[in-house]
């Protein structure tokens, strides 16, 4: 009896859990060693049909206790298809509490981090959409660039319809 209990609630979790993600649309991670390097640019491809329905799109984090900044800066551009057109937009986000702690998701000492990126947007044209990020933080005071973001581990993108 107190397996069939323990079945059944696992399996209404697992439906639980696989419900509240019916607006995925995209969501991808590249990973890193813990550094994300100022020269390393994140990729993103996607195919894009439907150039009526509006979306949220998201940068997402994940970061251990060793990220050492309040905020992050990126830069991160949209390209469309069959077109040299680039948006380019210069990001910043809050990372941590005043207190230094790490904002975002998670029980251990890795934060998860969705970092809007667009709201309500639609997809002109069909056809496969690239998207690159590329850190840019740095000191204050210092024109040059942190050469490694330390406590990186992966940095995604995740694109969710609004319907």
């Not at 399996?11 to 607006?23: A, I, K, T, W």
């Not at 996607?46 to 060793?66: A, L, P, W």
């Not at 948006?87 to 000492?109: C, H, I, R, W």
């Amino acid at each position: 009896m107190v397996m069939i209990k323990n079945s059944l609630l696992a399996l209404g979790l697992l439906f639980l859990l696989s419900s509240c993600d019916e607006h995925r649309f995209f969501d991808e991670y590249k990973e890193f060693n813990g550094k994300w390097n100022k020269d390393s640019v994140v990729t993103f491809s996607f195919e894009q049909k439907d150039t009526v329905s509006r979306y949220n799109m998201f940068v997402t984090m994940r970061n251990t206790n060793s990220y050492p900044y309040n905020n992050l800066f990126l830069i991160v551009q949209l390209q469309q298809p069959g077109t040299k057109l680039v948006k380019v937009d210069t990001l910043e986000y809050q990372m941590a509490n005043p207190d230094g702690t790490l904002m975002g998701e998670g029980f251990s000492d890795v934060k998860e981090s969705a970092l809007w990126y667009k709201e309500n947007v639609n997809f002109p044209k069909a056809g496969k959409y690239t998207v690159s990020i590329q850190q840019a933080v740095r000191q204050a005071g210092n024109v040059t660039g942190i050469q490694e973001l330390d406590g990186v581990t992966e940095v995604g993108l995740r694109i969710e319809s609004k319907e």
